[in-house]
Every structure is written in structure tokens, then in C-alpha cells.
């Protein structure tokens, strides 16, 4: 079935980076696009970024700029490049894959703080 696992989260002071993957299964994944929200504390969740199976990317005005979405057919795995990171970049992050209906991962948590 499909599974989408994301990894990658934890704490990290503002101005600094983190590196997230979403391991994908279950799909023939180099077919489908992944995207990846974010919801924060008592907000809704929000588009970051997506990247298409033929790797064009689009990014969010909050993230463009600052975090790179790229993926590796050969491992399943799209990753998020999170640079300069903001106390509001605080969310759990989740990443999608539409294959019939939309999957989503279980999210990894994101807190910036200093």
C-alpha cells in the first residue's frame, strides 16, 4: 500500500538549517509529484512546496528562497532544503502524494527556537 514516511525534524535556533525526507512506497514514485505543507500551532495547514514527476519545482511565498525541494527516483525520497529558518517556520511538516486519492505521511515536527 502506499506509505509516505517523513524524518528530518527537530530543534533548531533561528538562522539555522534542517534537511527533511519523505520516503515514499508503494507507488511507482518517479510517475507522481510530491508536495510538502506544514501546519502550525492552531493554524491551518499550508502548501510549502512541490516538485512534479519530471522535477519542476514551485515554491510558497514563505518558502522561496530559503528551502529547496529536489527528489531521487533511485530511493523513493523527495527532500526539503530548509535554510535560514524563522521562529514561524514552527509546524509539523507533511509530505502528499496524490495516487488515486491524496496520502499523506504521518509529519515530522519543525520548532525553531532560540
Known amino acids: 500500500q502506499v506509505q509516505l514516511v517523513e524524518s528530518g525534524g527537530g530543534l533548531v535556533q533561528p538562522g539555522g538549517s534542517l534537511r527533511l525526507s519523505c520516503a515514499a512506497s508503494?507507488?511507482?514514485?518517479?510517475?507522481?509529484?510530491i508536495v510538502w505543507y506544514r501546519q502550525g500551532p492552531g493554524q491551518e495547514r499550508e502548501w510549502i512546496a512541490g516538485?512534479?514527476?519530471?522535477?519542476?519545482?514551485n515554491y510558497a511565498g514563505s518558502a522561496k528562497g530559503r528551502f529547496t525541494i529536489s527528489r531521487d527516483n533511485g530511493k523513493n525520497t523527495v527532500t526539503l532544503q530548509m535554510n535560514n529558518l524563522k521562529v514561524e517556520d514552527t509546524a509539523v511538516y507533511y509530505c502528499?502524494?496524490?495516487?488515486?486519492?491524496?496520502?499523506w505521511g504521518q509529519g515530522t515536527q519543525v520548532t525553531v527556537s532560540a
Open positions: 516538485i512534479t514527476s519530471t522535477g519542476s519545482t
Open positions: 502528499k502524494a496524490y495516487v488515486g486519492r491524496d496520502y
Open positions: 508503494g507507488f511507482p514514485f518517479s510517475e507522481h509529484g
